[in-house]
């Protein structure tokens, strides 16, 4: 990381499988749909969408009916397959770009057939509720997608939801 | 040894425990911030940490020349989903804050 701030949360999960895979599961509504969704009953999924382009803009929208927009920003980076990184804000915070957190995924082969995948997220030390909210989140995120990654199969909630 | 045999065997010891509670306390502290809390050698700090980053259960980050450590909760939730289905978390939190109110959360810190 070349940024001075200092993050708020860094997380490290190793998943058996490649880095093209794991960009594509970042990227890819239909390999997002398997794997974006909470562990309690009812949680809804939500997709990511984007053209991901630095510049361009991203929504984290729920994947129903309503399709309502809960996070946006701007992506920052786009490094297929070793670095996406994008801001994160509310909807209606999105035009201030000071209320902004910043994301960024980190992709590295470690070992033979062996990726790491780290996620960290900065700029949230002023907004407690976002940091609350988001903190049993990535955990959560990141164990659907090495599951996915690793068996292959859709975790049973997404597959009804879908 | 299995990754999650390492991790159980980082959480064994209480040494071990105490240094995951104060990055949940602050995350992203300094070797020399974490060794201010704790009644051993910075060198017998320095082995506790490196074998909870063998365990994934810390996550590193340099800032220039500074070695921020971050408690990487990515095992501890896979050890818990592989128990606990998705319809018994609202009961179980429910549970835990019943718990925690009634004990006035001071238990639980070793």
């Known amino acids: 990381m070349t940024t001075a701030t200092k993050p708020s949360f860094v997380y490290v999960t190793y998943i058996a499988t ?6 594509q599961a970042l990227v890819d509504v239909d390999v997002m749909r398997q794997y974006w969704v909470g562990t309690k009953a009812g949680s809804v999924v939500r997709v990511n969408v984007s053209d991901w382009k630095p ?3 991203w929504t984290h929208e729920r994947l129903d009916d309503s ?6 920003g701007t992506v920052v980076e786009c490094e297929p397959p070793r670095r996406l990184a994008f801001t994160w804000a509310r909807p209606a915070e999105v035009d201030d770009t000071s209320k902004h957190s910043r994301v960024a995924f980190d992709i590295e082969p470690y070992s033979d ?3 790491r995948l780290t996620v960290t997220h900065d700029g949230l030390e002023h907004d407690p509720g976002m940091l609350n909210g988001i903190s049993g989140g990535w955990p959560q995120i990141l164990s659907n997608l090495k599951t996915l990654l690793e068996s292959g199969h859709a975790l049973p909630a997404s597959v009804a939801a879908a | 040894m299995s ?4 991790v159980f065997k980082a959480l064994a010891d209480p040494t071990r425990r105490r240094l995951l509670d104060l990055l949940h306390a602050d995350n992203g502290q300094t070797l020399s911030a974490l060794c201010e809390h ?13 074998q909870l980053e063998n365990a994934n259960l810390l996550a590193i980050v340099w800032q220039g020349r500074e070695k921020l450590h971050y408690l990487n909760p990515v095992p501890l939730h896979e050890i818990s989903q592989r128990w606990i289905s998705k319809f018994e978390r609202d009961r179980l939190d429910l ?3 019943l718990k925690r109110n009634l004990e006035d959360d ?5």
Do not use: C, F, N, Y
């Not at chain 1, 490649?18 to 960009?23: A, F, I, L, Y």
């Not at chain 2, 990754?3 to 390492?6: A, S």
């Open chain 1, 113 to 115: 057939g062996v990726v």
């Open chain 1, 67 to 72: 399709r309502t927009v809960d996070i946006a």
């Open chain 2, 3 to 6: 990754d999650l045999d390492k």
């Open chain 1, 55 to 57: 510049g361009s803009s």
């Open chain 2, 38 to 50: 704790m009644d051993m050698t910075r060198q017998a700090v320095t082995q506790h940490l490196q």
């Open chain 2, 95 to 97: 549970l835990h804050t």
């Open chain 2, 106 to 110: 001071h238990s639980d810190k070793t």
């Open chain 1, 18 to 23: 490649t880095p093209e895979k794991v960009w």
